[in-house]
């Protein structure tokens, strides 16, 4: 499992293909990494990159209407 002090910054997008994305993801962990970290990693970085277009598409919540939602 990754650490601390093993979190890999990379960021997703590019102008590669999404199996070069995969494999430079892979590629940057640790050479301690377990196949369960490669799995959460890519997963990770998938939810990153679908926020970020949501985010570009306009498709966001202001941040006073998710305070009403968590603090009631």
Not at 36 to 62: C, H, M, N, P, W
């Amino acid at each position: 499992m990754l650490g601390a002090g093993d979190v890999v910054s990379y960021r997703f997008m590019g102008s590669t293909g999404l199996k070069q994305k995969m494999v430079e993801t892979v590629e940057h962990l640790p050479d301690s990494a377990t196949v369960e970290d490669a799995i959460e990693r890519l997963y990770f970085l998938a939810k990153v990159e679908r926020g970020l277009e949501q985010s570009a598409a306009g498709d966001t919540i202001a941040h006073e209407d998710i305070k009403k939602r968590f603090l009631g």
